[in-house]
């Protein structure tokens, strides 16, 4: 899971003729498919930086410490 520290990303879904359809605009603070990171989903969107990026890249098993140390957030990602 990344979160953006700094920067411009777009979640793009491909189209069939090539064509790319912008799904959202991620800027500071915001988290790059953390759905299909927290589920353990396959991603089926790219994300492209339209900017220089600053992110943090946190593993599962982070996560996992995370919300066994935090109830709060398990309870958000529940």
Known sequence: MYVIQSGLVEIVHKLDK?????IERLYRHSVINHNSFI???GI???AKCK???TCYYMDIDTVKRLRKRYQALDKALT
């Open 39 to 41: 589920l353990d989903d």
């Open 18 to 22: 090539g064509q790319e359809f912008v």
């Open 51 to 53: 900017t220089i990026v």
């Open 44 to 46: 089926d969107t790219d």
